[in-house]
């Protein structure tokens, strides 16, 4: 495993990191997803991820007491605020009371006195950046939190946010975490650039996009019922005949230099230097071997072009 900074912070983070969305606390049965965790860790991911909606808490219930088993030092654990965690006007957002509450209950379910990153999930229109960014400066100074990102924010939403931060002295943000994957590229317009200008790392989240970019897929109607993107409910834009064609094609460019295609996909994220890591779930510990293989893999000049070839 290889590791990279967290944006411009001194932080550094496994290439290929663990996430929880839809998965632990999920569908996933908890014995696979603990040995899932287990074989991440083991495998050098120092890097975890999970948020509070993430099966209203259960996620977080499952991840914070497994990774309880090593030493506090060694992992990188981030969780996320914004979505409804209630049915009161205040259970959702990024309003100071909800910021408060949701992290103090996100370290309960955790069993943790901090989490490393917390994430902003989503932007608040109703909700003053200096109240959120205030909010979480003083999370920072009392130590339960080590360093604030964002999540699908736009650059404009990052760059004002930016402004605040240093007119008021508050803590400024390190990480966002977007989609991106050979299909979904549209942060390769604004946000790297604003990321490689301003200190920002990316953490992506599907990188396979939801199981396709393996190569799991033969045909837009045989998606599994019980899979990741059938119960997303993924439409034909997503996941189309036209891309499993791709996939097939990317499939041959893998087989030629000894990879999976999964592991292709993967080390084509990690050719941007503003990626800090690929954030990948995992149902079975198998899984997570596999795309742990990917840190480290090199992409010439020719593949790249091969690779652009296909994806047009």
Not at 13 to 25: A, C, D, H, Q
Not at 86 to 91: A, C, K, M, R, T
Not at 108 to 118: A, G, N
Not at 161 to 190: G, H, S, T, W
Request: a negative charge; proline letters at 3%; aromatic letters at 8%.
């Amino acid at each position: 495993m290889e590791y990279r900074r967290l944006g411009a912070s001194g932080l550094k983070v496994s290439e290929i990191s663990l996430g929880s969305w839809l998965t632990y606390g999920g569908y996933v049965e908890q014995e696979n997803a603990v040995k899932a965790i287990q074989t991440a860790y083991d495998a050098g991911v120092n890097f975890f991820d999970t948020a509070n909606v993430y099966e209203r808490g259960a996620a977080e219930q499952l991840l914070g007491p497994t990774l309880k088993a090593y030493p506090r030092e060694s992992y990188v654990l981030a969780t996320k605020v914004y979505g409804n965690m209630g049915d009161g006007p205040n259970d959702s957002g990024l309003s100071r009371k909800h910021i408060m509450e949701q992290c103090h209950a996100s370290l309960k379910r955790l069993d943790t006195d901090y989490v490393d990153i917390y994430y902003c999930h989503r932007f608040s229109p109703d909700t003053p950046i200096e109240e959120t960014l205030r909010a979480l400066d003083d999370l920072v100074r009392q130590g339960k939190v080590l360093y604030v990102g964002v999540s699908q924010w736009t650059a404009a939403q990052m760059e004002a946010a930016l402004a605040v931060a240093d007119r008021y002295l508050l803590d400024r943000i390190v990480v966002n975490q977007p989609l991106y994957n050979m299909f979904e590229r549209e942060i390769e317009k604004e946000i790297i650039p604003l990321g490689e200008q301003k200190g920002i790392g990316q953490v992506v989240y599907s990188p396979l996009a939801q199981g396709l970019l393996t190569g799991k897929y033969s045909s837009a109607g045989a998606i599994p019922e019980n899979s990741r993107a059938a119960k997303l409910g993924w439409n034909e834009d997503k996941i189309s005949d036209v891309r499993i064609a791709k996939v097939q094609q990317l499939e041959k460019v893998a087989n030629e230099l000894g990879i999976k295609v999964g592991q292709l996909a993967l080390a084509w994220i990690l050719r941007q230097d503003n990626v800090s890591s690929a954030l990948v779930g995992a149902s079975r510990p198998e899984q997570v071997v596999q795309n742990v293989e990917a840190s480290g893999i090199t992409l010439s000049a020719d593949v790249l072009t091969q690779i652009e070839g296909i994806l047009a």
